[in-house]
């Protein structure tokens, strides 16, 4: 069965403290794994898409990387502007549907 | 350019009221999906359209769910009649190819 994971859950960071959200997939015929930022309120948000083992995507202090198993997204010196619910997906071949994570809520303190 | 544009953005109702969310898709895009999205279970997805075709609606939960897409331009999901435990934050979203882009969200609170 295809499945996301994403740990930790939640995350607290200083401001100026980098760290790793991870996201652990199972899948069979993997098309694509996508990340997205999710504010309080609102829709999520496009960040990355990533098509294969070996493949990275920055932006701004953002920095997405992939494996045959997991992704990670590295966030460097973070503020708090970028405190949200950090989404992973993936989509299947032969199939038009995202499978999504629970998310990692990260919060970055002044 | 306008994104995903879902209305209402918010609805409070009673049990056994019927209940229509609306959509409407970036234009050009070929793709629309409908999620909830609940503290529980995260964003699961309910159904999807191709080029105003439902493709898959195995995610619906009951009958008492239904959607429809009459044009590229809008689309509606309905549920009638409706229960507490459908209360949930509904998003549309659309794609031209693999990258989906949401909407805003419609907030469901049935009392």
């Known amino acids: 069965e295809d499945q996301v994971t994403q740990s930790p859950e939640a995350l607290r960071l200083q401001e100026g403290e980098s760290s790793s959200l991870n996201c652990s997939y199972t899948?069979?015929?993997?098309?694509?794994l996508f990340w997205y930022r999710q504010d309080p309120g609102k829709g999520p948000e496009f960040l990355f898409t990533l098509y294969s083992a070996g493949e990275e995507k920055e932006k701004e202090r953002l920095k997405a990387t992939l494996t045959k198993k997991e992704s990670f997204l590295h966030i460097t010196a973070p503020k708090p502007e970028d405190s949200a619910t950090y989404l992973c997906?993936?989509?299947?071949?032969?199939?038009?549907?995202?499978?999504f994570g629970t998310g990692t809520r990260l919060q970055v303190f002044p | 350019d306008a994104g995903v544009i879902q209305s209402p953005r918010h609805e409070v109702t009673e049990m056994g009221q019927e209940v229509t969310l609306r959509c409407k898709p970036i234009s050009g895009h070929n793709s629309l999906f409908w999620y909830r999205q609940t503290m529980m279970r995260g964003l699961e997805l309910l159904i999807y359209f191709n080029n105003n075709v439902p493709i898959d609606d195995s995610g619906m939960p009951e009958d008492r769910f239904s959607a429809k897409m009459p044009n590229a331009s809008f689309s509606t999901l309905k549920i009638q009649p409706s229960e507490p435990r459908d209360s949930a934050v509904y998003f549309c979203a659309s794609s031209w190819t693999y990258t989906q882009y949401f909407g805003p969200g419609t907030r469901l609170t049935v009392l």
């Open positions: 997906a993936v989509y299947r071949r032969n199939t038009d549907k995202l499978i």
């Open positions: 899948v069979s015929g993997l098309r694509g």
